[in-house]
């Protein structure tokens, strides 16, 4: 795979969508499915009328792609004036699209086409461009022009992804049970523990608790994020109470996950959103800037997985590195975002239009163990 390493224009706060993209480059086993989803363009020989007709086509959409409300029909309805001749379901299959978050998704999946081919960097751009302007009013229901959080994105991104091909789901997928367990005497509660589990605690993005007291300084990456997936200690609950052994009525819970199949591509949130309640009466979103353990190049997770043995290359689950979403400011919905990311063996910081050569070798700096925001493995 031979991903681009040019930057994205940013017209004003597209750094979330650009930092996404270039990061999402870095993982071709999700990229290569994501390239099939749209068609190769093939551009025709057009007469000077026809190329004048174009430009206007192109025009009338863009100011449309910028007005609320925009629709499959909508898009339709302006192709029609300029092209007659053409039919809805014509224009429809052209386009690839059957409702605004499909329209997402085949620019997205153009994008990162393009780019893997690195052609057309102005191209790439424009359509950029277009999606953030869909995207803003599909995904987080906002105006054009304000800084959004990327990982809402690819959160939101994945699932699009999930619905218009489920075959797709081993690539990012984790397919996980769970058994709830009383804290005081170690009673199984409910819950059970079996492979390939549907509709259970499925997600598609992990989450990496932060550091916080009472957790061992040189514990590692590795194996605060097996904790976090292992087993998690669930709130006080008036409702799930151990009636077994407890004379008490035990309310302290934990739940260990059993994972049935690791997929792919492993992407894991950094929890940075937390609320500040220093104003009385006033609740607010700030970010939590403490430093993560540095992220290892290679990591084996086997112990995620209930039965090692039906895992090839011996039993093994081993990832690699490829890239991070980097979050600079003091609020997660404002700021700016670039990605960290490696193109073969070498890597890159991406800060829209600019590009700049890491080396072979990243320096985790004590600034991006404080900043990193999202972190992307690939299995080996």
Not at 13 to 18: E, I, K, P
Not at 219 to 243: A, D, N, R
Request: hydrophobic letters at 35%; proline letters at 4%.
């Amino acid at each position: 795979m031979s991903s681009a390493t040019f930057g994205i224009h940013n017209p004003g706060t597209n750094c979330f969508l650009n930092a996404l993209i270039q990061a999402l480059l870095s993982l071709p086993k999700l990229t290569n499915e994501l390239k099939k989803i749209c068609t190769e363009e093939r551009p025709t020989a057009q007469t000077e009328g026809e190329k004048e007709i174009a430009n206007h086509l192109k025009q009338q959409l863009l100011r449309y792609l910028n007005s609320p409300n925009v629709t499959v029909q909508g898009i339709c309805g302006i192709v029609r004036e300029f092209c007659p001749n053409l039919t809805e379901s014509k224009i429809t299959s052209t386009y690839q699209s059957k409702n605004d978050e499909e329209t997402i998704l085949y620019l997205f999946c153009q994008i990162i086409r393009l780019s893997v081919n690195a052609s057309n960097q102005s191209l790439i751009s424009e359509k950029t461009e277009q999606l953030r302007k869909i995207t803003d009013k599909v995904v987080f229901g906002n105006e054009v022009n304000q800084q959004q959080d990327a990982y809402l994105l690819l959160e939101r991104l994945l699932d699009m992804i999930l619905m218009h091909d489920p075959k797709l789901k081993p690539i990012f997928e984790i397919e996980r049970s769970s058994i709830t367990y009383c804290l005081q005497c170690s009673s199984k509660l409910y819950g059970k523990r079996a492979n390939g589990v549907k509709n259970a605690d499925n997600s598609n993005i992990c989450l990496y608790n932060l550091p916080y007291q009472g957790k061992p300084h040189q514990t590692s990456f590795k194996e605060l994020v097996e904790y976090e997936m292992s087993e998690i200690v669930l709130s006080p609950s008036s409702e799930k109470i151990c009636e077994k052994k407890c004379p008490n009525n035990n309310r302290l819970l934990y739940k260990t996950f059993y994972v049935g199949s690791l997929p792919d591509v492993l992407f894991i949130r950094i929890a940075r959103v937390l609320q500040d309640n220093s104003v009385v009466g006033v609740s607010q979103p700030i970010k939590n800037t403490s430093a993560i353990y540095e992220p290892p190049e290679k990591m084996e997770i086997t112990k995620w997985i209930q039965n090692g043995n039906t895992l090839t290359d011996g039993g093994k689950a081993q990832y690699k590195l490829e890239s991070m979403i980097i979050h600079h400011g003091k609020d997660i919905f404002s700021g700016h975002y670039t990605a960290i990311a490696r193109r073969g063996n070498i890597w890159y910081e991406f800060n829209d239009n600019d590009t700049k050569s890491l080396g072979n070798k990243l320096n985790f700096t004590d600034y991006i163990l404080q900043n990193v925001y999202v972190v992307n493995y690939q299995k080996i």
